[in-house]
């Protein structure tokens, strides 16, 4: 769902099954993506990263699927564990921009059930 | 072992003053930034800089200046013509052009009291 006032998305899944996380960006001509992880009171972490040559790319446990007809990134976590509960970031850069800053979406809330 | 160091992690200001929020890194990375983040809400760039005694306004710069007098330190401060500056706080770094993303801090929490 999107956010509304102060609240972020959330997602809540059972520990042991799959999570995915979704991301609208904004600008069609972004060539690079990357995911973050932000565990309550401290900073972002990089978890995974795609380029737009790309449409999907795997990690360790975490997937993530670029559709660039839509401008839709998608995070999976397989087989969710109690300390992937965080807050998940998606990011764009624009390598014709010159400054190649990244910008960010708002964020989900990942909830992992015990 | 390399990294971004921002201290410190809680910082209590009184109506009025200014107070200064420390980043320093030892990646030997060229750009550093500074974001603003608000419960429920994504990071929100102040400035940044992409080489030593040169920065750049970001999207909320009002109120805050910074410095870049060296590679590793780029600290903020926050002045009292910041009206609402509760917030927290983050500092990253990356080597332009940035293709692997950046290295953020662990943050700072700023308080008005």
């Known amino acids: 769902g999107e956010s509304v006032g102060l609240h972020l998305p959330t997602l809540s899944v059972q520990e042991g099954d799959n999570s995915i996380i979704n991301c609208a960006y904004s600008?069609?001509?972004?060539?690079?993506f990357i995911w973050y992880k932000q565990e309550s009171g401290k900073g972002p972490q990089f978890i995974i990263d795609?380029?737009?040559?790309?449409d999907k790319r795997q990690g360790q446990r975490v997937t993530v699927l670029l559709n660039k007809t839509v401008k839709h990134l998608s995070l999976q976590i397989a087989a969710t564990q109690p300390g992937d509960s965080a807050v998940y970031f998606c990011?764009?850069?624009?390598?014709?921009?010159?400054?190649?800053?990244?910008?960010f979406g708002k964020g989900t809330k990942l909830s992992v059930i015990p | 072992d390399g990294g971004i160091t921002q201290s410190p992690k809680y910082l209590f200001r009184k109506e009025g003053q200014n107070v200064t929020l420390s980043c320093e890194q030892n990646l030997n990375h060229d750009a550093m930034y500074w974001y603003r983040q608000d419960p429920g809400q994504g990071l929100r760039l102040i400035y940044y800089?992409?080489?030593?005694?040169?920065?750049q306004k970001g999207d909320i710069a009002e109120g805050y200046s910074v410095s870049r007098e060296k590679k590793e330190s780029f600290p903020l401060t926050v002045t009292s013509a910041q009206k609402n500056p509760t917030a927290f706080y983050l500092c990253?770094?990356?080597?332009?052009?940035?293709?692997?993303?950046?290295?953020f801090g662990s943050g700072t929490r700023l308080t008005v009291v």
């Open positions: 990011a764009e850069s624009y390598s014709g921009a010159g400054s190649y800053q990244l910008t």
């Open positions: 600008n069609s001509a972004s060539d690079y």
């Open positions: 800089s992409q080489i030593v005694n040169d920065f």
């Open positions: 795609i380029r737009s040559n790309m």
């Open positions: 990253a770094s990356s080597i332009p052009p940035d293709r692997y993303g950046y290295t």
